[in-house]
């Protein structure tokens, strides 16, 4: 078994959830959404955001507006809609439980 194809696996089981959240704080850019996600260690390429991003604005998980740039063409600003919001909710939840769960195993074993 190679270490970094579970680590990859898990990075990709968390990007959604790190998405959401940076969206939660503020609209942002995909570039800027990128750039945060490299400030946390949790490299992502175009490639794999953009489908993302597509996929929770299908799910209507988020939504965007254009903003004119002042360095060029307008920009895609990318927020959580309600639904979103709502979602987020929920995956917060599932984070502190899963949370609790490694770490209790990780502590006690199976006691």
Not at 3 to 24: A, F, P, T, W
Not at 37 to 46: G, M, N, T
Not at 65 to 76: A, C, H, V
Not at 82 to 95: D, N
Request: aromatic residues 8%; neutral net charge; charged residues 30%.
């Amino acid at each position: 078994m190679n270490v970094d194809n579970v680590k990859s696996q898990m990075r990709k089981g968390m990007l959604e959830y790190c998405i959401m959240l940076l969206l939660h704080r503020e609209p942002s850019y995909a570039s800027d959404i990128i750039q945060k996600l490299k400030q946390a260690r949790l490299i992502v390429v175009e490639g794999t955001l953009y489908p993302l991003l597509t996929r929770l604005k299908n799910d209507d998980l988020l939504g965007y507006e254009w903003i004119e740039s002042t360095q060029g063409p307008p920009r895609k600003y990318y927020r959580l809609t309600p639904k979103g919001e709502g979602f987020l909710q929920e995956l917060e939840t599932a984070w502190r439980e899963l949370n609790e769960t490694v770490e209790h195993i990780r502590r006690n074993g199976t006691e």
